[in-house]
């Protein structure tokens, strides 16, 4: 399968500052990415949908200006946690989709933020 | 609207036992189902999909799936359980007619097998 690095794997930063979080796909060209947050033992919460060139489409109840996504090119989305806070910690997933409404979303492998 | 049921929490099997994990979906249109597995603070992985032909879909790690259109199912069965399959799965499912659009998960299904 396609694969989708993600990066940083895990994080720990200060309450107040702002973390970037890197979703890259490796081997396809990703019109479509998907921001993810996962509580322990939780399903997926959809944040965001980001297409490339376009602003993103967040989902009801997410703050767009405290995360800011970024889907600059077919191949990179980016995740900024702005002014961050304790109840922001939590397990970030990207996943990518090619521009081909058959396909499957590919992950990347998380990433792990703890706001201390 | 388009939702998804995964109506066990947690399932336990002995290894080389067959597993089922449950799925139920509903969307306006046909849709796309998947399965994918997370193992402990990792990402998704992609098992298998169901988007036309065949109702029973074959995918890695020896999984399956068997759509039923009538039940609006989408079981992932393995007819001999391992250890190492013990995960986090998540079914997904999409309508066809929102084409490229977000997929909705299950809340999913914790499987443990035990030797």
């Known amino acids: 399968g396609a694969v989708v690095s993600q990066h940083p794997s895990w994080v720990i930063c200060k309450s107040g500052t702002s973390v970037k979080i890197e979703c890259r796909s490796l081997d396809f060209q990703a019109t479509t990415m998907f921001w993810y947050r996962q509580f322990p033992k939780q399903s997926l919460m959809l944040m965001a949908t980001s297409n490339e060139g376009s602003k993103a489409t967040y989902e009801q109840g997410v703050e767009k200006d405290k995360f800011l996504i970024n889907h600059a090119s077919l191949t990179l989305s980016t995740l900024t946690v702005t002014s961050a806070h304790p109840e922001d910690s939590s397990f970030y997933i990207c996943?990518?989709?090619?521009?081909?409404?058959?396909?499957?979303?590919?992950f990347g492998q998380g990433t792990r933020l703890t706001v201390v | 609207a388009q939702s998804v049921a995964q109506p066990e929490d947690q399932v336990n099997v002995a290894e080389g036992n067959p597993l089922t994990v449950k799925c139920t979906y509903s969307v306006s249109g046909n849709p796309y189902l998947f399965w994918y597995v997370q193992y402990p603070n990792r990402g998704l992985q992609f098992l298998l999909k169901y988007i036309t032909g065949d109702n029973l879909v074959k995918g890695s790690y020896g999984f399956e799936a068997e759509f039923n259109k009538s039940q609006t199912s989408f079981h992932l069965k393995k007819p001999s359980a391992l250890v190492s399959d013990s995960a986090l799965y998540f079914c997904a499912v999409r309508d066809m007619r929102r084409g490229a659009g977000k997929s909705t998960f299950g809340d999913g299904t914790t499987l443990t097998v035990k030797p």
């Open positions: 996943s990518a989709r090619a521009n081909e409404i058959r396909t499957e979303a590919f």
